[in-house]
């Protein structure tokens, strides 16, 4: 069934707060889909319902942009939530410290003033690795371009042969579609630990798909490997992002690390459909059934993240 619904909204300050506003109901025009006990909206707008929160956890690629160029919609959204003064957090499962991504996104014309926090999965594993919390010595298994994750403990890079752990960040320049290698090239080091700084499996860059580190994780697991993952959906990144008190809302493409994380947090989430899962499902109704598939509780979804 569809149906349409509108809910008035009352505000009003409460005594003793630090005068925020508590918003009770919100202005809402939306298509509600109910199958059975699931309900999901369809959020047209960001708009109708942004004063309910305090603070925006966005994902990047898929979100914000392609990896070419950025989401012209999503840009006039943030725009519209830094106007409204509301907290924007850029949330990403990037193998890489937050400046580098900062400076990717420059690169691609995002607005400095967009762009005051940033947390990436490099950025917290970088903190472990240069601690040496699993061991000293490692050894690289992703492309050159993210060398900047282990830049003040270079020195400790070695042979796989010779390492304490193994550090993946993706797959090595010249063996990106190749997934055979990679078994054959980590069977007999499943006794060492793989710490995966990017949990997501895959990416799009334009209109082609691209394995990420999760994909080689995955691949180690089956080896019988131990895995430690830094990001999305791990509870650990996102108590980075804000406090107890704030109202969150958490805005992503992937089911299995932005949306599954907003759920381990129990926060609320929009998920965007025309992202890294826009082969999975045909209409809205199938929303339900991939719910059930990643095994997460959806809020509100959009097709790309809008005003």
């Known amino acids: 069934m569809v149906s349409f619904l509108l809910i008035s909204s009352i505000t009003f300050w409460k005594k003793n707060t630090k005068k925020r506003p508590i918003l009770l109901y919100f202005a809402n025009f939306s298509i509600r889909i109910n199958i059975g006990a699931f309900k999901l909206k369809k959020l047209d707008h960001l708009s109708s319902i942004y004063s309910s929160y305090d603070t925006f956890i966005i994902d990047l690629w898929g979100v914000m ?14 725009d519209n939530l830094f106007n409204s003064k509301k907290k924007i957090v850029f949330l990403s499962n990037a193998p890489r410290p937050s400046l580098e991504v900062k400076k990717f996104l420059k690169k691609l014309n995002m607005d ?3 762009l005051k926090n940033i947390l990436t999965s490099g950025e917290a594993a970088t903190t472990s690795i240069n601690q040496n919390k699993f ?21 400790n890079k070695t042979t796989l042969e010779k390492s304490d752990f193994i550090l993946c960040t993706g797959l090595l320049d010249g063996h990106e579609d190749d997934l055979k290698f990679y078994e054959k090239l980590l069977k007999n080091y499943s006794s060492k630990v793989l710490v995966c700084t990017n949990p997501d499996l895959i990416v799009h ?3 082609t798909q691209e394995y990420c580190a999760g994909k080689i994780a995955q691949i ?8 430690v993952y830094f990001g999305k959906p791990y509870k650990e990144i996102y108590k980075m992002c804000f406090e107890d008190h704030e109202k969150v809302i958490a805005i992503g493409d992937n089911l299995r690390t932005d949306i599954k994380g907003a759920n381990n947090m129990k926060i609320d989430s929009i998920f965007i ?12 109704k199938d929303l339900l ?14 097709n790309q993240l809008t005003w």
């Open 135 to 155: 061991g000293k010595y490692f050894f690289h298994l992703g492309p050159d371009r993210d060398n900047s994750i282990f830049l003040k403990v270079k020195e």
């Open 289 to 302: 059934e991939l719910s059930k598939k990643y095994e997460v509780n959806l809020n509100f979804f959009q």
């Open 273 to 284: 459909t025309n992202g890294i899962h826009r082969s999975e499902h045909k209409n809205e």
């Open 205 to 207: 860059r334009g209109g």
């Open 65 to 78: 942009h392609n990896g070419i160029k950025l989401n012209s919609e999503a840009i006039k959204t943030v």
């Open 112 to 114: 400095d003033k967009y």
């Open 220 to 227: 180690f697991e089956k080896l019988g490997g131990n895995v």
